[in-house]
């Protein structure tokens, strides 16, 4: 029998995204869990959600710590604090080989975002529960947006709100191409999907097929796109989002909307005056726990 090890990281919850890619990225990673829950009498009664467990074939702890320390300064440059992150500290064992590729699985389950949309994992069997319920096919943890962080539901619930049928839309930091399917199968006629991260796009391409839409992906950034939409996303941490606010007002047209996430509620005011700075209205704001999204109209 053979080995694996398992490495695990305390962190913040609100940034389990970000630590799990990493992981996928920077080790030899095939799974991870970002939160345990323990049942009794069919109530639960522990969450642990402040250690990441990720599933590695092989691990090198001089490199995990190297990793986790430039983590850690880049969390620091976006104008987080350590509270806002975790300490990222990690600890590392090797583990009896069992069947872990499909046991991290058992952690994952539908997730239902507002009035009518549910993300599934591939491997699940689901059925709808009506007739205009929104089926997105995906498989967490293949790269940033698996539709059960706050940042992404947010960006969703405010689609769900103001997106018409028939938009162009833009997907600025597209990740998994989560949004930009979302979008499609709301009946955006045009979507476009772009990311700063080279190696997302092939996975955003590969669920787009997965679930039986058309969306285009490329590596780009906000300043060298030269079309207008009339819906846009960007979730993207409040620092980037206060740097490329005046290149994402340029994509807009009259009457455009424009939901910025990925804003922590203490940033949310640092956000909201780049937005007035560059003469756009604040239509909405929507919260979920820490995290906080703006809807802004041209």
């Given at each position: ?14 940034v ?5 890619e ?14 345990e ?7 639960l ?6 250690v ?16 986790l320390?430039?983590?850690k300064?880049d969390?620091?440059?976006?104008g ?33 975002v ?8 591939s ?14 096919k995906?498989d ?27 938009s ?16 499609k199968?709301?009946g955006a ?15 955003a ?36 989002l ?29 956000v ?10 604040i239509?909405?704001?929507?919260v979920?726990?820490d995290w ?6 041209k």
């Amino acid at each position: 029998m053979g080995t694996y090890y398992e490495l695990k990281i305390n962190i913040n919850p609100d940034v389990a995204d970000i630590v799990s890619e990493v992981c996928f990225d920077k080790f030899d990673c095939k799974g991870v869990i970002t939160e345990e829950e323990t049942y009794k009498n069919l109530e639960l009664v522990s969450k642990n959600d402040t250690v990441l467990k990720a599933f590695l074939n092989s691990a090198n702890p001089k490199q995990i710590d190297i990793v986790l320390r430039q983590l850690k300064r880049d969390f620091i440059n976006r104008g987080l604090k350590e509270e806002e992150f975790g300490s990222l500290a990690f600890s590392l064992d090797e583990k009896e080989d069992e069947d872990w590729s499909k046991k991290w699985k058992e952690h994952w389950d539908v997730t239902h975002v507002g009035k009518n949309l549910s993300i599934v994992p591939s491997w699940l069997e689901y059925t709808p529960k009506s007739k205009d319920e929104i089926i997105i096919k995906l498989d967490p943890g293949s790269a940033f947006g698996t539709g059960t962080h706050p940042t992404t539901q947010l960006c969703m619930l405010a689609m769900q709100k103001y997106l018409q049928p028939y938009s162009n839309f833009a997907d600025i930091g597209t990740g998994s191409g989560i949004l930009s399917i979302y979008a499609k199968k709301m009946g955006a006629s045009y979507v476009y999907g772009c990311d700063n991260d080279n190696s997302v796009i092939q996975v955003a391409k590969e669920n787009a097929v997965k679930n039986n839409v058309s969306c285009i992906f490329q590596p780009n950034t906000a300043d060298k796109i030269t079309e207008h939409f009339d819906f846009i996303c960007a979730n993207i941490l409040h620092n980037v989002l206060i740097e490329i606010m005046p290149d994402l007002e340029k994509l807009m047209v009259y009457n455009s909307r424009l939901v910025l996430s990925g804003i922590l509620t203490e940033k949310k005011r640092l956000v909201e005056n780049e937005v007035k700075n560059c003469k756009l209205d604040i239509i909405d704001e929507i919260v979920m726990g820490d995290w906080a999204a703006i809807v802004a109209g041209k």
